[in-house]
Structures are given as C-alpha cells and as structure tokens.
C-alpha cells in the first residue's frame, strides 16, 4: 500500500508540477493582475507598497468599472459572440451533409472519408488563413470572376478582403472540422432501422431527416457547436489578417492590450470576461448535451 | 446503404471548401509572376529565394528546435500523466491535462506572458519551449490515455503473476504495448509546437522568430509567393507526418481531433 502510493505520486507528480507552475498559476497570477495597476511604462505596477503606517498591496477595481462603463468594449464582445455564432451556424449547415455522408459510406470508404476531413485541419492554421487572403483579394481571379458576373447583373464590383465577410469566412474554414466530427461521431452511431421504420409508416425523406435523424444527432450538434465557438470567440489571428479595421474582435482588443498599449490589468480583466463566457457557455452546452441524451 | 445525390452534391462542395485554398497557395508557390493573380508560368524561384532567405532559415532552425525539445519533454510528462490517469483516481490532474485544451488558446497565451515577466524570464527560445510543453502535455496525454483504455490488463497481471515487480511490469509489458500510442503522441506534439502561432507570439519577445511568426511577419507587412512556398513545404512536412503517426496508431489522429 505504501510502495503503491509512492509510486502513484512519482507518477502523477511530475506532470501536475508542471501543469501547475506553468498553467494553473499563471492563470492565477493574471486574475490577481486584473485587480493591479498599470506600470508607469507598461506591464504592471508592483503589487505592494509602502508608506507610514507599513505594507500594503495595491489593489483595485478600477480596471473592472472601466470595463463595465465603457460600453466599446461590451460592444466589442457582443460583436464578437455575433461572429462566433454566425460561424457556428454557418459550420454546422456545411458539417452536416458532410458527417451524414461520413456516417453513411460504406466501412472501407469512411476511414479515407474521414482522413480527408481532417488532412486540412493539419496544415498550419496561419497558412489556412493566408490561402483567404489570396482568394479574396484584390488580385484574386475568384474576386475577378464574381465581379465580371456581377457586372453582368449590372450590381456593383464587389470588395470581400478585410472586411467582416472575410472574418467569419476564415472562421468557418478554420473551425469546420470540429464540426465534422462530432457530428459524424453520433451519426455513426445511429440505428438505420429507424429509419427504414419511419419510411413505412410513409414518412418522406424530408421528415425522415427532421424528425429522427436531426433529433437523434443533438448531443453531437452541441458538442460540435461548443467545439467551434469557444475558439472562434476568441480568436485574434484571423480577424487581425483578414478583418481590416472593421472586423476587429475582442481577441484584437486583448493582443493589443497586452503587446501595444501595454495595459497588462485592463488586458487582464478582458481576458477574465473572455474566460467565464467561454467556459459558461461551454457548461451550458454540455448540460444541454447531457439533458438530450437521457 | 441510403444516398441521395443531393448529399453526394452538398458533400462534394463541402470537400471542395476544404481543399480549393491549399490548391491554390501550393499552385501559386510555381507560379511565375509576384502577384498571386493571373498564371505566367511555371517556376522553382520562390523555393530558391526561400532557402537562400537567412531569416526565414533561422526561423525554421528555430522551430526545429523548439519542436523537437518541446515534443521529447512534454512526451515524457504526457504519458506519466496518461498512464496516472489510466491507473489511478485523480482529481486535480484530468483537470490540469483538459483545461488548457478547452480554454481560448490567447488566454494562455497572456497569462504565461504574465508569468514569465513576473519570473524574470527573458523572453526568447526557453519561454517558448516551456510554454509549449505546457500546451502539449495534454494531447499527450489523451493519446496515451486512450491507447491503454483498449490495452489487455491481464497481460500485466500476468506479469506480476510471474513475479515481475511492477516497475518491470510496466517497462517489459505495459510500455512496449503503448508504445504506438506514445509515438503519435509525441509527433502529435511535435506538430502542434512547429504550427502554432499564438502562444508562440505572446512569449517570443521581441527577438525570437519562429517559422509561423515569420510567416505572420510576412504576411501582415509584404505578401510574396515566397509565403506560398514555405507554406507548401510545411504541408508537406505535416502530411508526412501524419502518414507515419497514422501508420503507428490507427484511428489515434481522429479521436483526438473529436475530443479536442
């Protein structure tokens, strides 16, 4: 008993250190920096000072009240959630016949299917994001093409790089496989039979497909949906290549916080928003998940 | 099996979304003209301007290091911590291995920056490397995890039976029999430490470049094909990768995409 829970520590132990130290408190250190002032040059003031009456720490809400009466910001993350939910949507209408196709192949098929879903997802994020630069860009012989089809229409020559279009475009890509594959997951699973039930007791394709594929695929439809919306809403990378001025999200603002203006608390104090809507949306999907499946 | 051509169609497109941009960043990569517009003509320029490019070598010196240093420790720790978790009743530890998965990735990005000024930790090559053991260790972790949920206990079992203590249990049967699982594990961190860009710009400094900060680099100041063809060779680099991962452990890269 003894020697089985030494060795359970000098298992565990090494790893928790690590995560500790480097997760559990830097990610305390930056709630506590949310409480603190700026550094006179950036970064943070020291967390203590001291006067007559002997030591004090220098703490405040003041970075919270900034963020609270200033309605940009609230502003900035109301954008954001807008842009993540779009993607989301607009992730799970191309997911879906995707996954069914997946669920649907024969065995042999399905495992190249698969692979072929998640090939892409492989290729480094930054170059995925740069491929919409060319795509949409000025020069772009796509852009060229819709714009002389447009001009056919006699509508007007169409901008699509930096702009908000482009932003949730590059959020969709990006994000789309953990759309598939949840989805596929539970797709997988389903009973054919099912099926061939309703569609003897007349029900056509189209209520085959909304009244017991879709139902039964629920939990997969919210795993997938938390998947893809907890990264969009915080994503600073592709807004900052493809958005322009205009499709800056709350990532933007956070990065900018932290590397330009160099306000460390009110950088932290975004981050601490950013974190509980993550995670509390990321609960709620998870209950709505579970609350599906019994 | 059912299949109506509709899905077949909406199928098709889907796989067309997926692949039409890497097409076309790998197209223009030969293409003869710095625009990537109209096609001029086909062209190796852009890879003989790349490795005659001392920034972008040092980058890519740089990654490699960092990938190959961050992938051997995080792969020590990641298969403690999913052999611990496998073994036994943890509480704080599953949640230490998920947490940094499920978070926006910029969070720990500011908060290990955070971190590392308050250490006084010059920002460079080892925040780095820290920073990505940190992130990989988890991934790691799930992998190994998941290869011994479907491993055959009473093989261990056996082996202590005959009278194999068990440190010898696990380093002549348990280990051999992970084995595959802690390869993908650690290509899997090796992947993830050369790809990734935002934790990387938040602890780099000033001084540091990596492979995706010098394709960021370019990308926000001045676009040339020459972006198109380190891209292309990364692809490459990561498909090989993946060839041999999957080899390995079948299955393994796709239920870690799903529960990541």
Redesign the interface.
């Known amino acids: 008993m003894k020697s089985g829970r030494l060795s359970k520590w000098l298992i565990s132990g090494p790893p928790l250190v690590y995560l500790l130290v480097l997760f559990a408190i830097p990610t305390l250190i930056m709630v506590v920096a949310s409480f603190r002032f700026p550094g006179e040059f950036g970064g943070l003031a020291p967390l203590t000072f001291e006067d007559e009456t002997g030591r004090h720490f220098d703490v405040t809400w003041e970075n919270y009240a900034r963020f609270f009466s200033d309605w940009l910001y609230t502003q900035l993350f109301v954008k954001s959630l807008a842009y993540a939910a779009l993607t989301t949507v607009l992730c799970l209408v191309i997911a879906y016949p995707l996954g069914l196709l997946l669920a649907r192949s024969p065995k042999g098929r399905r495992e190249l299917l698969v692979l072929l879903v998640i090939l892409p997802f492989w290729s480094n994020f930054l170059i995925r994001v740069y491929a919409w630069m060319i795509i949409l860009g000025p020069n772009s012989v796509f852009v060229a093409a819709l714009n002389a089809a447009l001009g056919a229409l006699s509508l007007g020559p169409v901008t699509l790089l930096y702009t908000p279009f482009a932003v949730v475009v590059g959020l969709v890509y990006v994000h789309l496989p953990f759309m598939v594959l949840p989805l596929y997951a539970n797709l997988e699973k389903h009973d054919p039979t099912l099926l061939d039930a309703a569609q003897d007791l007349g029900a056509n394709a189209w209520q085959r497909f909304w009244r017991v594929t879709f139902p039964l695929s629920l939990p997969g439809v919210f795993a997938g949906s938390a998947l893809v919306f907890i990264p969009a809403f915080g994503i600073f990378a592709i807004p900052d290549i493809l958005g322009g001025t205009g499709g800056i999200m709350i990532g933007n603002v956070i990065k900018q916080q932290f590397l330009d203006t160099r306000d460390w608390p009110f950088g932290s104090v975004l981050s601490m928003v950013l974190t509980v809507m993550a995670v509390g949306l990321a609960g709620l999907a998870a209950w709505f998940a579970r609350r599906e499946r019994l | 099996?059912?299949?109506?051509r509709a899905?077949?169609t909406?199928?098709i497109l889907?796989?067309v979304?997926?692949?039409?941009?890497?097409v076309?960043?790998v197209i223009?990569s030969f293409n003869n003209s710095v625009?990537?517009?109209?096609w001029v003509g086909f062209t190796l320029d852009w890879y003989r301007k790349l490795f005659a490019n001392e920034e972008m070598l040092t980058a890519a010196g740089n990654s490699l290091l960092i990938g190959l240093l961050a992938s051997f420790f995080s792969t020590v720790?990641?298969t403690?911590?999913g052999?611990?978790?496998y073994?036994?009743r943890?509480r704080?530890?599953p949640l230490?291995?998920v947490?940094?998965i499920?978070?926006?990735?910029?969070?720990?990005g500011?908060?290990?920056?955070?971190?590392f000024?308050?250490i006084n930790l010059t920002l460079g090559l080892i925040s780095i490397v820290?920073?990505h053991?940190?992130f990989c260790?988890g991934f790691v972790?799930l992998v190994v995890n998941a290869r011994l949920a479907g491993m055959d206990e009473s093989l261990v079992e056996a082996a202590r039976d005959l009278g194999a203590s068990?440190l010898q249990a696990f380093r002549l049967v348990t280990l051999p029999l992970i084995m595959p699982g802690v390869i993908a594990g650690a290509l899997m961190a090796f992947?993830l430490s050369i790809?990734d860009?935002?934790i990387t710009?938040?602890t780099a400094g000033t001084d540091t470049m990596t492979l995706?900060i010098k394709?960021?680099t370019m990308?926000?100041v001045t676009?040339t094909p020459e972006?198109n063809a380190v891209?292309t060779l990364?692809?490459l680099l990561?498909?090989v990768l993946?060839v041999i991962a999957?080899k390995l452990s079948p299955g393994v890269?796709?239920g870690e995409?799903?529960g990541?």
């Open positions: 099996m059912r299949r109506s899905l077949w909406a199928a889907g796989y979304f997926l692949y039409l941009p890497l076309v960043v223009y625009m990537n517009a109209q720790l990641g403690m911590a052999f611990a978790m073994r036994y943890l704080v530890l230490l291995v947490a940094p499920a978070i926006p990735e910029i969070l720990m500011v908060s290990l920056l955070i971190f000024v308050t820290l920073a053991i940190a260790i972790a068990p992947t790809d860009f935002v710009f938040f995706p394709i960021y990308v926000k676009v972006v891209s990364l692809m990561t498909l993946i999957s890269l796709r995409a799903g990541g």
